[in-house]
């Protein structure tokens, strides 16, 4: 069956960057684009980006441009979300989710919390 | 961008009302949309896909509708596992996605 898992919860300071892991199973990584998905507590989903894990064509939302990037590793069927320049604001559940008209398969979530 | 614009925010319902939930998009998207269910702590989960398409294993008592840019999510019958939140999620253009603010259904 179809998985997502991500690594696990992560404090940072501002300033500071986070990387986040994503490991698919069950199907064939490069098939399908990864996307990634943030929610502030208490807040709605807000997509950020997403990544074609074949080719490893990226494209983000404005708002992240310059401060997200994303990666992947084939040969262990595993995509990165790395985050920079960290604020406060950046403090929620990051997803990773395989889109397929749209997402049908999402990762277990990530909190990250920024924190001085 | 295209954007989501989903209401009510928040609804009280008793088990067993008939609740409804919408989308309008600020274009046409034909229907590139799905429905989302999320509970608190853990991650969505896909109810419907192509606007009316149900997923696997979600009971039928969950419909939706429309095309273009006016969308409903129909919950029939509302039952005590159904108090999450709802999302609309549409990816007509894609990249990028873009969700709908989401509707919080809460017991009265």
């Known amino acids: 069956q179809v998985q997502l898992v991500q690594s696990g919860a992560e404090v940072k300071k501002p300033g500071a960057s986070v990387k986040v892991s994503c490991k698919a199973s069950g199907y064939t990584f490069t098939s399908y684009d990864i996307n990634w998905v943030r929610q502030a507590t208490g807040q709605g989903l807000e997509w950020m980006g997403w990544m074609n894990p074949n080719s490893g064509n990226t494209g983000s939302a404005q708002k992240f441009q310059g401060r997200l990037t994303m990666t992947r590793n084939t040969a262990i069927s595993t995509a990165y979300m790395e985050l920079s320049s960290l604020r406060s604001e950046d403090t929620a559940i990051y997803y990773c989710?395989?889109?397929?008209?749209?997402?049908?398969?999402w990762g277990q979530g990530t909190l990250v919390t920024v924190s001085s | 961008d295209i954007q989501m614009t989903q209401s009510p925010s928040s609804l009280s319902a008793s088990v067993g009302d008939r609740v409804t939930i919408t989308c309008r998009a600020s274009q046409g998207i034909r229907n590139d949309l799905g429905w989302y269910q999320q509970k608190p702590g853990k991650a969505p989960k896909r109810l419907i896909y192509?606007?009316?398409s149900l997923q696997s294993g979600v009971p039928s008592r969950f419909s939706g509708s429309g095309s273009g840019t006016e969308f409903t999510l129909t919950i029939s019958g509302l039952q005590p596992e159904d108090f999450a939140t709802y999302y609309c999620?549409?990816?007509?253009?894609?990249?990028?996605?873009?969700f709908g603010g989401g509707t919080k259904v809460e017991i009265k």
């Open positions: 192509a606007a009316s």
């Open positions: 999620l549409q990816h007509y253009n894609y990249p990028p996605l873009t």
């Open positions: 989710a395989r889109v397929v008209g749209p997402i049908d398969y």
